[in-house]
């Protein structure tokens, strides 16, 4: 599987991004897809998931009601729509896949990632 992140980019705070994550190859051999985020000087964490079947979300608390986690099967594309954003929110974000994911917060259990892509929030 082989995943492609875009949508990256310099954002005033309050403003919105939308970040894409592309999946080719065999993208129905993971059902859970993910989005983790890493800070200068801090460990990737959690952003959100999303499930292709059914469509269920994770979220971590520090973005929940801001961000929302949409996907497109017939694109195998997963979307992160990032509203009221802070600069806090400033870090590389990834994509990421899991085949069988035992916590899908836990970025360990995710197989595949993309390149990651910049995003900034300036104040």
């Known amino acids: 599987v082989q995943l492609q992140a875009s949508g990256g980019g310099l954002v005033q705070a309050g403003g919105s991004l939308r970040l894409s994550c592309a999946a080719s190859g065999r993208p129905w051999t993971t059902p859970v897809m993910g989005w983790f985020r890493q800070a200068p000087g801090k460990e990737r964490e959690f952003v959100g998931a999303i499930r292709w079947s059914g469509g269920l979300t994770y979220w971590a608390d520090s973005v929940k009601g801001r961000f929302t986690i949409s996907r497109d099967n017939a694109k195998n594309t997963v979307y992160l729509q990032m509203n009221s954003l802070k600069p806090e929110d400033t870090a590389v974000y990834y994509c990421?896949?899991?085949?069988?994911?035992?916590?899908?917060?836990?970025?360990?259990?995710?197989?595949?990632w993309g390149q990651g892509t910049q995003v900034t929030v300036s104040s």
């Open positions: 990421a896949a899991a085949r069988a994911p035992k916590d899908p917060l836990i970025y360990s259990d995710y197989e595949y």
